[in-house]
Every structure is written in structure tokens, then in C-alpha cells.
């Protein structure tokens, strides 16, 4: 049971009913130097409990050797102060790797930061009275306290601009900025956050089968090794060296995808494997989480296996124990050419330039410098600025492949191929800027490149050749736009919908879907019978789950979300994943609605 002194205006101390020696109730004050600075007996204590805030005692507490005799007696105990500089809520948590953590679902970041105007925005959103210092945004009531008697009692909430770290003192609820949005009611999961505990058993693929894969490479696909090792540009061959393939253990097999004629075949395919290391007990134990197959014949026919497994990082296996900087990639390719020609440690996101699951942040909270080499383009840059966000915006440099020249190579691999400085480019790299300025050369090569191809940069991703007509009008799927379909039931909106979804969604773009007639059963049914060409009601028949799963488990590869939300739903929950949930893991560009 935990309750504040009377005499106070903060909760400065504890105060604990429980029994002494001889069975009497008996009360001791547990002083907190985050709230009392004086740590002198002027809290006394009173009856007055709120058993509410229990969960605020630290583990060190049934340590602490309470007093045997009443009310008039004191204990001081000096927990391990949190970074906080005093009681007056000027605190942050990027301080000796404090987390804010009420609960034991939350994992954040110690690199953790907000955009200066997010705290307030979310206040604004959620109507919410607060006043405004440089440092912090003072919220008028705490949801956590209990009632209010009079106004001297109001604006004890404080919540730290930089941070969303947030201390109410009044009642002294404390907490994260998820757990702050929370308490407001939003339906945030913490994109930026992730549970401190291993997630539960997931499959492994068969660790003797991804063993052999390394030495299958140089054994039985001679085109694969060539098309790895080759300089020949008009190929697109990779330049990249045996040693450096081997350190990686990049390996070859076979795999099935449907081919152009809508029959399934077997492609040739590297693999790309996600290794853990374990080093527990001295012994370095390395496990294959992982592997993703990327077909050679057909760049975009690639799978991850297996299906629903954990996420992991390409490289990881390569990275020094000791190591204070590392690398991020958009592609397997660039975290091996840099690797190549600088040595650095680098390592690749697993799945392009709006993956880095949140499952992966704790393993990176150890790098003091962070080099986020994605794609030069607008997708890999809007990528970039998106995880700097989520990794800390002081310890993330950007590096620009195309160094202000608009046709320079694109990614690392594209540099490497091209014979570019590796450490010129990383000297020259830039912190994130704010996301809601910009500088002149941040917008130079974009500007340059509409110059010279302004009919190229007006058009978007295609959706040809499924529906050329409709490509032709749009010019294809660009971002930032809203596009209307009206029509009378019946005429195919959903139809065209799904189909459009699956066109983009096999060339990359993350598609989300909101459906608040049709359930998301019956979408999905439709999608997966155009997605394989063929009714679904045949696969009822005996003998038939074995192609049926194989098709499902190609489609899950696929980039494609769902809402839950169906029918009548409030607006804010409907807005909460547009507003919120805007960042990565899932950056949608293309958001159909069946109900509209």
C-alpha cells in the first residue's frame, strides 16, 4: 500500500503500512530523492493509502528494514536515482541507460528521441489543456490522479518535449511516451518500443539443411558464384569477392515461385542467412534464424523461410563484440561492399528500406555511431530519416551515395561496381535533418533529376502490365496522392482494389487495408484467388493442402496489412495508424478502403 505525506505538494516519499515485530500496524516514509530533495522528516506520515500505486516500489525495497514503531517514526531509503535532475520535472531518459518502464512490456530506447512539435501535436489531437515551456508541455490533469479539490492542485503533469518521458507531481505516475499515450487513450503499440524478454519460440529452419547452403555456392551453382563475383556491368554482376561471400556465408539453392506462364518452377537462388551469436559461457554458439532466398532470374521473386519466423539482421555474425559503430543497409549487397572496401562492421535490414522490426532495436542500443546507408533515392532517404528517428538522431549519420551528382550510383553495391571512395562518402555523410526542414542540397539532386527526366519523375511505381490503360491515365502509384473510386454496388471496386494491391505489393509497396463492410476474410479470399489465378474451391478436393500452402505461404511475403477495425468505429482509432503508426516496420504507401 503505498500513499504521499499530507503536508506535501508532491509525493515525495512512500509511505508503507505494514507490521512490526509485535504484530502492530505501523507506518514508515520511504523518502525518494527524485521527489525530496531535503530527505529531512517533514512528510509525516497519514492513514491515507492508495494501494493504486504499488507497482511503484523497486525491487531493493523488501531490503529496506522498516520501523517497529508508529506513526512518528521515520525511514530513509536512497533508491538508485533515475535521470531526473530534481523534482521539479526537468528529466530525460537518455541518462545512463535509464528506461522508463511502469510496466514490463515496454522496452525504449536510450537513444530515444521526439520531434520538438510531436508531444504537442498529440495533445492538440487528443484535446488535451496543457501549457507550454521550452523544455516541457505541463498537462493541466492527470488521469492517474485522483480528485481534484482545488486549482493550486492542476499542471503537475510534465511531459519532456525531447523525450515524451512524463512524471505527474501530484501522484507521482511516471512513464514512458508510450505509456503516456496510453494513458490518453491511444491505441499505440510503441513503435519505437519492444518487449525487454525474448519473444516466444519461434521456428528455426533445419540448421543441417542452411549448413550446406555456403558450400553448395562453389559446388553446384557455378552461375550464381559468377553472377556474385563477376565484373561484367552489363550483366549487373556484383563485384563482390569469395572471402568476403564466405565471412558472409552466403550460400545457393533452389526454391520454387510461380513463373510468367502461372506455373510454378525452380529458380536458382542465393541465400542470404540471419545469424545469431550467443556467447554465453565463453563459447560462441551461432544459429541460423533465418534465410532469405532472392531468385537470380527474377530480382523481385524472393521469400524469407521460415514462414512467421524471427527477425534478424544480415551480417550480424560479422559484427566485433566490442564494435562502437556499425553500418545499416538498404540490401545484402551494399552491407557486403562496404564491408569489402572499408572493413566497418555492416549489416543489412531484413526486408528493404522500411524494415527495421522493433524486435531488432535492443541489439543496437550498444553502437554509439550509427551509419544509415540506404538506397539515394526518395524511398531509401524517407527511410533513412524515419529510423534516425527511431535509433536517436545524435548518434545517426546519413550517407549519400550519389554524393549531389543525380547520376551517381545508388546504393553501396552500385558504388562499389562504379570504383567510388568508400571512406569519402562516409567522411561526408550528414545528420538527420529536422523532418520538417530542409536544406537547398537536400533537395538539389532531386531538382537536378526532374530536370533532365521529368517524364520519368512524374510517374510513379506502374501498374502495368496488369492494367496498362489505368497506368497511362495516373501514371502509376505516387506517393503522397489520394485517388477516389466511386461506383454503384456491384461494379467491381473491391475487385479492382485487390487486384491493384497485389501489382504493387509484388513490386515492393506496402499496401493497408481498411474495411469496414466487408470483412477482412472476404477480401483476402479474393485477393489470394487472383493472386494464384485460380478458384479457390478446387483446392477443396483431397490432395490438394500441399499446393494450397505453398500458395499461401508465397502470398504472406508479400507486403499486405490488414485493420481490424470493422463497421461502426470511432474516428481516432481509425486515425491512430495513419498518425501514429506512420513509421516503420510498417510504412504503408498505398492505403485502400473497400468501405468508401
Known amino acids: 500500500a503505498v500513499g504521499v505525506g499530507a503536508r506535501t505538494a508532491t509525493p515525495c516519499c512512500w509511505i508503507v503500512r505494514h507490521r512490526g515485530v509485535a504484530g502492530t500496524p505501523t507506518h514508515s516514509v520511504i523518502t525518494h530523492p527524485l521527489y525530496c530533495n531535503t530527505q529531512q522528516p517533514r ?17 531493493a525495497f523488501a531490503t529496506v528494514p522498516l520501523s517497529t514503531r508508529s506513526f512518528a517514526t521515520t525511514h530513509y531509503y536512497t533508491p538508485p536515482t533515475p535521470a531526473h535532475n530534481n523534482h521539479r520535472g526537468t528529466f530525460n531518459n537518455n541518462n545512463n541507460n535509464t528506461k522508463y518502464q511502469e510496466d514490463n512490456n515496454v522496452f525504449v530506447s536510450q537513444h530515444f528521441q521526439l520531434d520538438t512539435s510531436e508531444v504537442r501535436d498529440f ?19 492527470c488521469p492517474e490522479c485522483h480528485a481534484i479539490k482545488n486549482n493550486t492542485d492542476q499542471y503537475k503533469l ?35 518500443a519492444a518487449p525487454p524478454t525474448p519473444p516466444k519460440e519461434k521456428k528455426l529452419p533445419d540448421q543441417s539443411v542452411v549448413a550446406h547452403y555456403p558450400d553448395q555456392l562453389y559446388e553446384k551453382f557455378p552461375n550464381v558464384l559468377r553472377y556474385l563475383t563477376g565484373k561484367n556491368t552489363e550483366l549487373k554482376q556484383r563485384h563482390l569477392s569469395v572471402d568476403v561471400l564466405r565471412k558472409y556465408k552466403v550460400g545457393a539453392t533452389t526454391a520454387s515461385f510461380m513463373g510468367e506462364s502461372g506455373q510454378w518452377e525452380q529458380q536458382e537462388c542465393i541465400t542470404f542467412p540471419w545469424i545469431d551469436v550467443d556467447s554465453k559461457g565463453g563459447n560462441t554458439k551461432e544459429t541460423t534464424v533465418r534465410v532469405k532466398l532472392r531468385s537470380v532470374q527474377v530480382k523481385n521473386n524472393q521469400k524469407i523461410e521460415p514462414a512467421g519466423g524471427t ?20 540490401g545484402e549487397f551494399d552491407a557486403m561492399a562496404v564491408y569489402q572496401e572499408t572493413g566497418r562492421p555492416a549489416v543489412s535490414l531484413p526486408n528493404g528500406a522500411n524494415s527495421l522490426p522493433v524486435e531488432l532495436l535492443p541489439r543496437l542500443e550498444k553502437f554509439e555511431t550509427i551509419y544509415l546507408w540506404m538506397d539515394d533515392d526518395e524511398v531509401g532517404q524517407a527511410g533513412a530519416a524515419k529510423f534516425a528517428k527511431k535509433l536517436g538522431f545524435k548518434r545517426c549519420w546519413i550517407i549519400h551515395t550519389k554524393d549531389g551528382d543525380s547520376a551517381g550510383p545508388k546504393d553501396a553495391n552500385e558504388a562499389l ?7 569519402g562518402l562516409i567522411s561526408r555523410a550528414t545528420r538527420p535533418h529536422h523532418s520538417q526542414l530542409l536544406t537547398f542540397n537536400d533537395l538539389r539532386a532531386e531538382l537536378v533529376r526532374n530536370i533532365h527526366d521529368h517524364s520519368k519523375t512524374a510517374s510513379g511505381v506502374s501498374y502495368a502490365p496488369t492494367m496498362p490503360i489505368f497506368n497511362d491515365i495516373l501514371k502509376g502509384h505516387r506517393r503522397g496522392e489520394l485517388t477516389v473510386f466511386t461506383g ?7 475487385s479492382f482494389l485487390t487486384q491493384l494491391s497485389l501489382d504493387l505489393a ?21 485477393m489470394v484467388t487472383q493472386f494464384c489465378g485460380k478458384s479457390l474451391i478446387r483446392f ?17 511475403a508479400l507486403p499486405i496489412y490488414w485493420m481490424k477495425f470493422f463497421g461502426s468505429t470511432d474516428v481516432d482509432q481509425v486515425l491512430e495508424p495513419f498518425l501514429i503508426h506512420s513509421d516503420p516496420p510498417h510504412t504503408h504507401t498505398h492505403v485502400p478502403d473497400a468501405s468508401i
Open 311 to 330: 527477425w534478424g539482421l544480415f551480417g550480424w555474425h560479422t559484427v566485433p563484440p566490442d564494435a562502437k559503430e556499425i553500418i545499416l543497409t538498404e
Open 123 to 141: 495533445l492538440m489531437r487528443k484535446d488535451v489543456e496543457a501549457r507550454d515551456t521550452p523544455s516541457h508541455s505541463i498537462v493541466k490533469n
Open 417 to 423: 561496381v562504379a570504383g567510388k571512395d568508400f571512406e
Open 488 to 494: 454503384s454496388t456491384g461494379v467491381g471496386k473491391t
Open 506 to 526: 509484388k513490386k515492393g509497396v506496402s499496401t493497408l487495408w481498411g474495411s469496414f463492410e466487408m470483412k477482412n476474410q472476404s477480401i483476402l479470399r479474393k
Open 158 to 192: 510534465y511531459v519532456a518535449k525531447d523525450t515524451g518521458a512524463f512524471l505527474c507531481h501530484r501522484c507521482g505516475t511516471k512513464g514512458s511516451w508510450y505509456s503516456f499515450k496510453r494513458m490518453f487513450g491511444s491505441s499505440d503499440r510503441a513503435i519505437y
Open 540 to 556: 477443396e478436393a483431397k490432395g490438394k493442402e500441399g499446393e494450397l500452402q505453398k500458395i499461401l505461404e508465397d502470398f504472406s
Open 43 to 59: 512528510c509525516a506520515p497519514t492513514p491515507r493509502m492508495f494501494h493504486r500505486y504499488s507497482s511503484l516500489f523497486p525491487p
